[in-house]
C-alpha cells in the first residue's frame, strides 16, 4: 500500500512514544533522526512500510536499547493470557469453531500501540473492552472462500504481528493443528516496534503452538518480499496458504502478487488501510488474496 498523507502524524507519533518507553532514550535525537529520514524517503511511489521501516531505523539508531517496547510485550502478552479462557470458552460454544477463532484473532489486533490508529496505548486497555470487540462479530468476512482455503491446505504459513494478539492468535493456531494442519510460524527477525520475535514466542510460549518457526532475517516493518532469507523463501514455495496478521503485513503485500492464497485478519484501525480494503474503519476483517486481488469478489 502506497503512502498517505494521513500516514505522516501517525508514524511520528509512534516514533516519540517509542523514543520515551525506556525513560533513558533522548526523544529528541530519536524524531530528529526520524524526521530526517522521513524527508528523505517519503515518496507517493513508495509503501508505508518501506518509509516506516526506514524511518524506525534511523530513530532506533538513537535510542539506548535495541527494543524499547520489550516491557510493554511482556505486559501486553500477560494481558492476553489472562484473557485467553474468555476467548477459549467463545470458540468452544460456536457452532463455527474457526469462524470465532478468526474473530478472537481479529479483536487482538487492538493491541497496536502508540499510533494515531483506532487502537490502544496501555495493554490494560484490552480487558474491559474485550468483549464489546468480540461483540463486533467480523464486519468482512469472505466466510465460504475462507472455509474453503483452509479445508483444502495441509501447510500453512503463518505470519505473525504485535506480541499481545499473539497469544489470541494461539487458539487459532490449535484450531489449525487441531484439524492436522502443519503450521510455521513467521516472527520478526529482529526487534522492531511490538512485534513477535524469536524471543517474544519462546518466552510467552507461542512457539509451542507451532510446528515449526523462522524468521523476516532483518529489521523490517512487516516481510520484506523481495529480500526473503532462504529459509523463509523455501517454506514460502511449500505452503498451501499464508495467513497474515495485521495491518503492516496487508500493507506490504497489498501491492504484491503472490500466487499462493493469502488470508488477512486484522482490525482495520487506520482510514487508509479501512479504504484500501474497503470497509468503515475500526471492523474487525477477515478476507482472501490471490496475486493481489480480492477472491470471491
Known amino acids: 500500500m502506497k503512502i498517505h498523507a494521513d500516514c505522516v502524524p501517525c508514524l ?33 511511489d ?25 516491557k510493554l510485550k511482556v505486559n501486553a ?13 467463545f470458540v468452544d460454544g460456536s457452532e463455527d469453531r474457526i469462524g470465532a477463532a478468526l474473530l478472537v484473532s481479529a479483536v487482538g ?13 496501555d495493554p490494560a ?21 475462507i472455509s474453503s482455503l483452509i479445508l483444502g491446505a495441509r501447510s500453512i504459513l503463518f505470519v505473525f504481528d504485535n506480541c499481545g494478539e499473539s497469544q489470541m492468535d494461539r487458539i ?6 487441531r484439524s492436522g494442519k502443519h503450521v510455521t510460524g513467521v516472527v520478526r527477525g529482529r526487534s522492531i516496534l511490538s512485534d513477535v520475535t524469536v524471543a517474544d514466542a519462546e518466552r510467552s510460549g507461542l512457539a509451542t503452538d507451532l510446528d515449526k518457526m523462522v524468521d523476516t532475517g532483518k529489521f523490517f516493518v512487516g516481510v520484506d518480499w523481495s529480500a526473503m532469507p532462504d529459509e523463509l523463501k523455501a517454506e514460502v514455495l511449500v505452503s498451501d496458504l499464508i495467513i497474515m496478521k495485521g495491518m503492516a503485513n496487508y500493507e506490504g503485500v497489498s501491492d504484491v502478487q503472490i500466487p499462493i492464497p493469502i488470508i488477512h485478519i486484522l ?13 468503515p474503519q475500526g471492523t474487525n476483517a477477515v478476507f482472501a488474496v490471490l496475486n493481489g486481488r480480492r477472491m470471491g469478489e
Open 12 to 44: 511520528m507519533k509512534r516514533v516519540l512514544f517509542q523514543s520515551r518507553l525506556d525513560g533513558r532514550s533522548d526523544d529528541y535525537a530519536s524524531v530528529e533522526a526520524a524526521l530526517k529520514a522521513f524527508a528523505e524517503n517519503i515518496s507517493p
Open 46 to 70: 513508495k509503501t508505508t512500510v518501506e518509509v516506516a521501516t526506514a524511518v524506525h531505523a534511523a530513530a532506533y539508531s538513537k535510542l539506548s536499547t535495541e527494543d524499547p517496547y520489550r
Open 77 to 89: 502478552d500477560a494481558v492476553a493470557d489472562r484473557l485467553t479462557p474468555r476467548a477459549q470458552a
Open 109 to 121: 489486533n487492538i493491541m497496536d500501540f502508540g499510533s494515531n490508529a483506532q487502537a490502544i496505548d
Open 125 to 145: 486497555e484490552f480487558e474491559p473492552m474485550f468483549d464489546r470487540l468480540v461483540s463486533e462479530g467480523l464486519g468482512l468476512y469472505d466466510a465460504d472462500v
Open 172 to 177: 487459532l493456531l490449535r484450531e489449525l493443528r
Open 267 to 279: 482490525r482495520a484501525k487506520c482510514a487508509p488501510v479501512a479504504a484500501s480494503i474497503g470497509v
